[in-house]
Each structure stands twice: as structure tokens, then as C-alpha cells.
């Protein structure tokens, strides 16, 4: 079975502060996506990664920055977080089209 | 026009009714179609894939596939309230090349009354 585990499930931190999340996947796959996910906005893609060190946009990248200097390891980066950017973020993986997806992480930006 | 578009809803089907939840989208191009099972404050669960014309059945769940009317059906047979559920429609997205970028449709709120 497919793996995706997010580095935490609920978060609390304050506006303006570096905010970290971390998604890793055991299944050797290609492909890596972070999502954020609002009430009556639906999934909305931040970023995504095709390769190690390989990244680009999505829809909605404004604010966020990723890394991914392992292949299992994709980092999603709120460099000053602002109170808009409360959401259920969530993380998923693939090989070819089929998206795996993390439990999320609800962050709360107070 | 968005690219996949689904009926928010909610369907309300009682126990045991047949649900039938349906999606559409816009790029002909499109060759991978899923659907997913999100419970509320719970993260998408993937139930089916299809690629090819025609259904394809997975237990109690079947997904048809209409390439040339361009719309992705999922059908949900002896529906049970554990059922109960916002189902998410995915297409590959235009020009994805191996990227494996989906675009999913809002989803629709299944309620299975008992």
C-alpha cells in the first residue's frame, strides 16, 4: 500500500512566522503535490514536483515555496504566514496519474 | 467554462438506492479519470480509475466512461449511509506530460439516508 505521511496533523502558528510543512512517501514515486483545501473552494494546487530538485507552479503559489532535495521528501514553505492562509493543506504522491493523498494538516494562522 | 465540473449537490438517496454522480469535462485530450471518497475533515481516498470507453466495476462502486459526450459517471449499487461522502472527480490535466497533474472537479455531497 501506498504511504504518504504528513509531519503534522493539526498546527497553530502565529502571523509572520517561517512555517514548515513536510511530506514523505515510501513508494518511490515520481510525482509530488501540495494542495491547499477550503470550504467551497475545493482542491486548489500550490505546487508540484515531477522530479527531485524539479518543481513548478500551480494555481496558487503566491506565498508558498517548496523543496525537494530527496525523491521522498517534498517540503511546502509559508515564508511569512499571513492569516489567509489558514486551510487544510494536503499532500499526495504519484507515479503515473493516480494521486495518493497524505492525512493533511489543518494549519491555523492566528 | 471550468475544465471538470460536477453538481455540488447534496444527493439524497435512501439505503440501498442506486447513487449516480456525475462529472464532466472540457479537453477532449483527456485519457486518465478517477474518482474520489473524501469524508468530512478526512483527506481524498482514491476508489476507481478508468481509461477506456464503457464501465468498469469494483464491487458495489462502477465507473462509466463517455469519451465522446466527455462525461465520467461513478454509480454507487446498494448504497449504504457509510457511503455518505463529497466524491471528487479527477481528469489528467491538459499538456501533463508524465507530471501526473490532475484537475479535480468541486465534488459532490453524497447523503445516504437510512
Known amino acids: 500500500d501506498v504511504k504518504v505521511t504528513q509531519s503534522s496533523r493539526y498546527l497553530v502558528k502565529r502571523t509572520g512566522e517561517k512555517v514548515f510543512l513536510e511530506c514523505v512517501q515510501d513508494?518511490?514515486?515520481?510525482?509530488m503535490f501540495w494542495y491547499r483545501q477550503d470550504p467551497g473552494l475545493g482542491l486548489r494546487l500550490i505546487y508540484f514536483?515531477?522530479?527531485?530538485?524539479?518543481?513548478e507552479k500551480g494555481d496558487i503559489p503566491e506565498g508558498y515555496s517548496v523543496s525537494r532535495e530527496k525523491k521522498e521528501r517534498f517540503s511546502l514553505i509559508l515564508e511569512s504566514a499571513s492569516t489567509n492562509q489558514t486551510s487544510m493543506y494536503l499532500c499526495?504522491?504519484?507515479?503515473?496519474?493516480?494521486?495518493?493523498f497524505g492525512p493533511g494538516t489543518r494549519l491555523t494562522v492566528t | 467554462q471550468k475544465e471538470v465540473e460536477q453538481n455540488s449537490g447534496p444527493l439524497s438517496v435512501p439505503e440501498g438506492a442506486i447513487a449516480s454522480l456525475n462529472c464532466t469535462y472540457s479537453?477532449?485530450?483527456?485519457?486518465?479519470f478517477f474518482w474520489y471518497r473524501q469524508y468530512s475533515g478526512k483527506s481524498p481516498e482514491l476508489i476507481m480509475s478508468?481509461?477506456?470507453?464503457g464501465d468498469k466495476e469494483d464491487g458495489r462502486f462502477t465507473a462509466q466512461l463517455n469519451k465522446a459526450s466527455q462525461y465520467v459517471s461513478l454509480l454507487i449499487r446498494d448504497s449504504q449511509p457509510s457511503d455518505s461522502a463529497t466524491y471528487l472527480c479527477?481528469?489528467?490535466?491538459?499538456?501533463?506530460?508524465?507530471?501526473?497533474?490532475?484537475?479535480f472537479g468541486q465534488g459532490t455531497t453524497l447523503q445516504v439516508k437510512p
Open positions: 513508494m518511490d514515486h515520481e510525482n
Open positions: 514536483s515531477y522530479d527531485v530538485k524539479m518543481k
Open positions: 478508468i481509461y477506456s470507453n
Open positions: 479537453d477532449r485530450g483527456s485519457q486518465s
Open positions: 479527477a481528469v489528467n490535466a491538459r499538456g501533463s506530460g508524465n507530471t501526473g497533474k490532475l484537475i
Open positions: 499526495a504522491s504519484s507515479g503515473t496519474f493516480e494521486q495518493y
